[in-house]
C-alpha cells in the first residue's frame, strides 16, 4: 500500500464524527461553554470546538437519532464491552446517581450531536482512551420540558 493511501486512512480514522445541534438550544450550550471557560478551560475549549464543526439543524429538522439536551443514549465501551445508558442534560439537572449527565462534562461534550452508530473517543479523568459507540438514542417527545422529577430512565 502506498504511503500517501495509509497516511489517508490514518487520517480518515482520526477524524471526529459528523454531529448535529439542535438551533434552538445552541445559544444555551455556547453560554454554558463561556461560563465553563473558568472552572473548566478544557471542557469548554472542547464544546467550543464541537459547536463550531456542528451542522446546526432546525428543530422541527432535527433526526430522531441525534444526541440532544434530553436524549436517553445507550453506548458500549470498545475495551470493556459494557453497555450503559444515560441521559443528556443541562448543568441544573445533572445527577450522576441517576445517570444524568450535563453536557459540560467530558463525556456529555462528546455525546452531543452524535447519532446512532458512530463511534467515539474519549479520555476519561484517569486519562485512558476508550472508544465508545452510539448503539440506540431516545429522544422525548416534542415539547416535552426536562427537569429532575420528569426524567426517566
Known amino acids: 500500500m502506498s504511503d500517501q493511501l495509509t497516511q489517508k486512512m490514518k487520517t480518515r ?3 471526529a464524527p459528523k454531529i448535529v445541534i439542535d438551533a434552538d438550544e445552541l445559544s444555551h450550550i455556547e453560554a454554558l461553554a463561556e461560563g465553563a471557560m473558568l472552572r473548566n478551560p478544557a471542557v469548554a475549549d472542547r464544546l467550543m470546538d464541537e459547536i463550531g464543526r ?3 439543524v432546525k428543530h422541527e429538522k432535527m433526526p430522531a437519532d441525534v444526541v ?3 436524549s436517553t443514549v445507550r453506548y458500549r465501551d ?9 441521559t443528556l442534560v ?3 439537572h445533572a445527577d450522576i446517581s441517576r445517570d444524568l449527565i450535563s453536557v459540560v462534562t467530558p463525556i456529555g461534550v462528546a455525546l452531543l450531536g452524535l447519532t446512532t452508530g ?3 473517543f474519549w479520555d ?3 486519562n485512558q482512551r476508550r472508544t465508545l459507540t452510539i448503539i440506540d438514542v431516545a429522544n422525548p417527545p416534542t415539547g416535552a420540558t426536562l427537569s429532575p422529577d420528569t426524567v426517566s430512565l
Open 13 to 15: 480514522v482520526n477524524l
Open 54 to 56: 456542528a451542522k446546526i
Open 68 to 70: 440532544t439536551i434530553g
Open 78 to 86: 470498545g475495551t470493556t464491552g459494557k453497555e450503559r445508558s444515560v
Open 90 to 92: 443541562y448543568p441544573e
Open 118 to 120: 458512530a463511534a467515539f
Open 124 to 126: 476519561t479523568r484517569n
